[in-house]
């Protein structure tokens, strides 16, 4: 078969090149183990087909190159088979540095480079067999095939994986090294099965118009695009095909791209579903609250289509401009929810105790766990009022009640408000509702999914299983953020949430008790009761240190070498300490204290329903 090639034949006389519409470096350890597997379990003269590759020829002044040697190369975008030409390229450089170490492979190193990693033109200036897209392009050149390694770590997700591909190859041939002896053989046997038994099905794209189209059925297989790629690729695409003198909207679009990937990898961030998250979220801040018509990329191609601006390539560039320019402004806001201690978080609030209180408060919020239904006001807010700390704080003082009253403590989904939220966001954002509108609303829509009464009841009866509660952890936690007044709470969140209940939570009328000083103080129906109940549960550094133990016992003394309440450093042990006794009264005392500080923690202004006279959307109430 013509189209059928080997690696070595796919990169004679050829350069390639990745456009930068296309993703970024997505294979992870998974993939590379296959491929090094498929390629080592290969037999002797064998093929093995490893996929196509989709190329299409440049046709510009730089897409021709001519060597030391005198042989011309050309320059070759590829439209389809980019991370798996990537990873054979690292995989023959990862060799190439092994073989370079062996005296009889010196020159097969010399050939692996000159013929798929690097080439030096006629005046000697050197040129990447493989040129990876603006967003990995420096780092692939610089941080893995380069002898002389740049110091720039790397700073998006891409760049990770590009570095743990090259790791893994050198950790696997590594361990090949103890071959006694047969090592140059074997990377004689691992290059000679990638250069010429590997094959691709080759083909070359003559039509730039085709190119669009291929890639997006191309990439409807292997990896799952993101949303958020889909999009840029568009974009791109659009971007193209502008009739508009010295068109610079392309950068401007991978720049956008850039500041984004960067700022979620600066959150931590590794996650498809929280790119597409962001995605939905702009969407319905900016152009349509009803979740219901959000459809992905798609919504952006149905926005702007290409046959609705036929000989109107300035509208087409100002609304592309527009639409990137609020997403690269909205993802700083959403990377800051996503990770509040991130550096340069909410810089642009001069007011620094403010600051503080908002990074906090956004701690909060993220500790509830729910923050999908708050994205669209959120942003809504900061994009309007990007320096003002104070109408922030306020906005996301009431996301914060809301998420716990309704979400965590009465428990209800996550769509109830959902449409009035991402209204509210929509309107602030769209100049539809005043500020002080806005903060009115999400009041109603607090007491009208949280009233006061049901929040207020839910807490009234004994016997609840409390520690089985979803929302156990955040509740107890604040209260010892209460307790500690400002001061520093010793136990981090992150170890309370990682670890399990039973190492965090501990029973204070033990689960099982064994001890006579238990058995004499709550018979068989008051344990029932209070074992489980919200005033016989605490937050704890290490439950197994308490256990069964009797209640004074577990109280100590300050100057005790064991751990107890009275020593510990967590504020709500040592409240417990204070207690004498440990008694159904000690219990009801406590949860009455509880409760009273949470009804003051989480209490929000009462209004009069008619106050506000809107409906809450049917699509909220029928998902209850």
């Not at 390229?89 to 009889?104: N, P």
């Not at 740049?150 to 590009?162: D, E, K, V």
Request: net charge neutral.
């Amino acid at each position: 078969m013509e189209n059928v090639l080997s690696i070595e034949e796919v990169c004679k006389g050829r350069l390639f090149c990745i456009p930068d519409y296309q993703r970024g470096y997505t294979w992870e350890k998974q993939q590379c183990e296959e491929l090094l597997e498929d390629i080592e379990l290969l037999p002797e003269k064998k093929e093995h087909y490893t996929g196509t590759l989709v190329l299409h020829k440049v046709k510009h002044t730089n897409g021709e190159i001519i060597d030391e040697d005198g042989t011309r190369h050309t320059t070759h975008e590829i439209v389809d088979g980019q991370q798996r030409l990537t990873t054979l390229i690292i995989l023959l450089d990862v060799i190439r540095r092994e073989a370079e170490k062996i005296h009889s492979l010196t020159k097969l190193a010399d050939g692996i480079k000159r013929k798929f990693i690097c080439i030096n033109d006629e005046h000697g200036s050197p040129h990447p067999r493989l040129t990876l897209n603006r967003d990995c392009k420096d780092f692939f050149e610089q941080g893995i095939i380069s002898d002389h390694s740049g110091t720039a770590g790397p700073s998006i997700a891409s760049h990770q994986r590009l570095l743990a591909a090259k790791a893994f190859f050198t950790k696997q041939l590594d361990e090949k090294k103890t071959l006694n002896g047969a090592f140059d053989e074997y990377l004689r046997n691992l290059h000679n099965k990638i250069t010429h038994q590997l094959k691709v099905t080759f083909y070359e794209v003559g039509d730039a118009a085709d190119v669009g189209v291929i890639f997006e059925v191309m990439n409807n297989r292997g990896k799952q695009l993101t949303e958020l790629e889909k999009v840029k690729n568009y974009l791109l695409y659009l971007a193209s095909k502008l009739n508009i003198p010295n068109n610079k909207l392309g950068e401007k679009i991978n720049g956008v791209w850039t500041t984004i990937f960067e700022g979620l990898m600066s959150t931590g961030s590794n996650s498809g579903a929280d790119e597409n998250q962001f995605l939905r979220a702009h969407w319905l801040m900016k152009y349509n609250p009803d979740r219901r018509h959000w459809d992905g990329s798609k919504s952006i191609k149905k926005l702007m289509h290409l046959k609705e601006y036929i000989g109107q390539s300035k509208q087409l560039s100002a609304d592309i401009s527009a639409y990137t320019q609020t997403l690269q402004d909205a993802s700083v806001a959403y990377c800051d929810i996503l990770n509040p201690h991130r550096t340069g978080a909410f810089t642009l609030f001069e007011d620094h105790k403010a600051r503080r209180e908002v990074i906090a408060l956004s701690m909060k919020l993220r500790r509830v766990k729910v923050i999908a239904p708050f994205l669209p006001l959120l942003f809504a807010v900061r994009l309007k009022y990007p320096t003002d700390a104070q109408k922030y704080l306020e906005v996301l003082s009431l996301c914060e009640k809301f998420a716990f009253r309704v979400y965590r403590f009465l428990q209800k989904r996550t769509h109830a408000g959902q449409s009035r939220l991402f209204a509210l966001g929509h309107q602030l954002y769209n100049e539809q509702i005043s500020y002080e509108g806005t903060i009115q609303s999400l009041v109603w829509l607090i007491n009208y999914y949280s009233p006061d009464k049901d929040w207020r009841d839910e807490f009234t009866p004994l016997g609840e299983n409390w520690y089985d509660w979803v929302g156990l952890k955040y509740f107890l936690y604040e209260y010892e953020e209460y307790l500690a007044g400002g001061k520093e709470v010793k136990l981090p969140w992150d170890v309370v949430d990682q670890k399990s209940l039973q190492e965090t939570i501990e029973h204070i009328l033990p689960q099982t008790p064994k001890n006579d000083y238990w058995k004499q103080r709550f018979d068989r129906d008051a344990r029932k009761k209070f074992i489980n109940d919200i005033g016989n549960l605490t937050l704890t550094y290490d439950n197994s240190n308490l256990g069964n133990k009797p209640f004074p016992d577990k109280v100590g003394s300050v100057k005790s070498n064991k751990r107890c309440y009275s020593n510990s450093p967590l504020f709500i042990e040592k409240e417990l300490a204070k207690h004498r006794e440990w008694t159904p009264t000690a219990v009801i005392k406590r949860r009455k204290k509880l409760i009273a500080w949470a009804l003051e923690r989480w209490a929000v202004e009462m209004l009069d329903t008619d106050e506000i006279g809107y409906d809450v959307d049917e699509a909220d109430d029928a998902e209850e």
